[in-house]
């Protein structure tokens, strides 16, 4: 977890990556899931492996 706002309640799995990302109240971020440059808003469930926004540098809002 690099440069990332995180709030509570939020579960991160196991070897999950995320970079430059703000992640809501409520949700819950796979294991070995690639996330960056995102806003995970709240109760938003990332699976497992999940890889989003890897080669961009633009922001993208992730919702449920």
Not at 5 to 15: A, K
Request: aromatic letters at 2%; a negative charge.
């Amino acid at each position: 977890i690099d440069k990332c706002v995180v709030s509570g309640e939020v579960l991160i799995g196991n070897d999950a990556v995320l970079t430059n990302c703000v992640v809501m109240n409520g949700s819950n971020i796979g294991n070995k899931a690639v996330i960056n440059n995102a806003i995970i808003a709240p109760n938003t469930v990332i699976e497992d492996g999940k890889k989003i926004n890897v080669d961009s540098d633009e922001v993208v809002l992730i919702y449920k």
